[in-house]
């Protein structure tokens, strides 16, 4: 089975420029997140989605970034404009909620979008 | 106070040791409790949930306390490839709430 698949691996742009990320769900899951990884603050939850709807959005630093998930199989993230604070690691991760309560179990995560911004 | 806390280490220890991390988290409500690890420059991957009666995996003890809002991971008999950072991961049961990390305990297990 294929995994969470993210894309590109890495991304180097300037700063002032548009970033998109990518990224595919494992089939079959309805919820779908970003995160963002530095050393200084670890991993930050961005935005969550499940079945498609953002559900929780307040994770997103500022009015730069955006979220959209326009069908069951793929998200993106845009940063625009993008700023040197904004390079890290950016995972997206999907999990199938446990039944009869609202939380998420296990979460897969994609390798993660390296993202520097010069 | 941030919502799930961790002490970062670095943990040192010869193989074969006992090693233990400690998390703290800050809401009550919370319902779900997971240690996940992650390898360097690699992503997350779930190790084991924990339970309120505690629960072992192999070397693999993980342990929770309600009362004190704390959660624990007992590794026995490190090995060379257990050195990874160990992340405690939170779940809160409400509307619009996901996967809390804490900024993770790095292990380095030495030979």
């Not at chain 1, 769900?25 to 499940?50: A, C, D, K, V």
Request: glycine share 6%.
């Amino acid at each position: 089975d294929a995994g969470v698949i993210q894309s590109p691996r890495h991304e180097v742009t300037e700063m002032g420029q548009e970033v998109t990320l990518r990224c595919k769900p494992i089939s079959g899951h309805n919820s779908l997140f970003w995160y963002r990884q530095t050393m200084m603050r670890g991993l930050e939850l961005l935005i969550y989605f499940n079945n498609n709807v953002p559900i929780d959005d307040s994770g997103m630093p500022e009015d730069r970034f955006s979220a959209k998930m326009p069908n069951a199989s793929f998200s993106t993230l845009k940063i625009q404009p993008s700023e040197p604070r904004d390079s890290a690691v950016y995972f997206c991760a999907s999990s199938r909620p446990a039944s009869g309560v609202a939380t998420n179990e296990k979460l897969f995560f994609g390798s993660g979008t390296q993202l520097s911004v010069l | 106070r941030k919502e799930v806390e961790q002490d970062p280490g670095p943990f040192n220890v010869p193989e074969g040791a006992t090693v233990a991390f400690n998390c703290t988290y800050s809401n009550s409500a919370s319902q779900s409790f997971f240690w996940y690890r992650q390898d360097c420059r690699k992503e997350p991957k779930l190790l084991m949930s924990v339970y309120s009666s505690g629960n072992e995996d192999g070397r693999f003890t993980a342990q929770l306390n309600r009362a004190s809002q704390y959660i624990s991971l007992l590794i026995r008999d490190s090995k060379l490839s257990d050195s990874a950072t160990y992340l405690c991961v939170v779940n809160m049961y409400q509307a619009g709430t996901a996967l809390i990390f804490g900024k993770g305990t790095t292990l380095s297990v030495s030979s």
